[in-house]
């Protein structure tokens, strides 16, 4: 999808009086819109990675059906244009949003079960194979319509889901919300990957997140045949790293193969394997997670 064919629409391009505003009262009516979504939700945060490769998608989408399964709202916002996963990890890729009704302009978010809801550009591809061929205004006024103009109602979280590295839709959320309420590192334990989450840390800072955390993924795997651990990747890195830069560590989440699995087939880990150290290991990090998060917003 190039910047000619863009599939959306915004609320400019259908206002009548969209030919005589100026660019500055164009550009506060977006974000009276942001701000008015913002009001219905609780608690905003990141979840990236300073390298691509060590499940941050994954940590997205089972982070929130966790949350959710415990009777939380929640919202992902896929803000990795150019690969727009999240669809096709909870299995809602071939749907597609509708328009809001009511006076005001907007689209829904697409639903997945009673609690989780989700946005993501996926959703607007004629076909999955389509590349993103947009430079950084057009991801800016994406972000803009997926915080302003979609009708997300009242979140108790909204889970935005970065692509990898410290650029342009990371500063666009920031830029957009003013006040992200957090973010969440995820790492795996091998160094060069460590090496990049103090420069995502570092980036947060920048951008006077009030929160951050780390989260190590990929952390040892339990054989099948013995039952001892396998450090495939190392194990500990990421509490180092969190204790070297002075942020608060959330836990490991152990590496299972059935997590390529379940995601192929569309379904979160923590859904699809309840009694499994990966679904606790989400549970222990969402429970400190949402502790961290009304501590500092108290």
Known sequence: MSEKTCGTNTHCQSCS????????????????????????????????????????????????????????????????????????????????????????????????????????????????EDAIIWRGPMKHGLMKQFLGEVQWGALDYLVIDLPPGTGDEALSIAHLIKKVHGALIVTTPQDVALLDSKKSISFCRELKIPLIAVVENMSGMRCPHCNKEINLFKVGGGERIAKKMKVPFLGRVPLDPAMVLCTDEGRPFVIAHPDSPVAEAFRSIAHAWKKLLNDSNR
């Open 17 to 128: 009086s969209a030919g005589t505003c100026s660019a500055e009262e164009k550009e506060r009516h977006a974000q009276q819109l942001i701000d008015n979504t913002l009001k219905n939700i609780k608690h905003t945060f990141m979840v990236l990675s300073g390298k691509g490769g060590v499940g941050k998608s994954s940590v997205s989408v089972n982070l929130a059906a966790t949350l959710a399964e415990q009777g939380k709202v929640v919202g992902i916002l896929d803000a990795d244009i150019h690969g727009p996963n999240i669809p096709k990890m909870l299995g809602v890729e071939e749907r597609r949003p509708c328009a809001a009704p009511g006076p005001v302009d907007g689209i829904l978010p697409i639903e997945v079960g009673s609690n989780l809801r989700v946005m993501s550009i996926g959703f607007f591809l004629n076909r999955e």
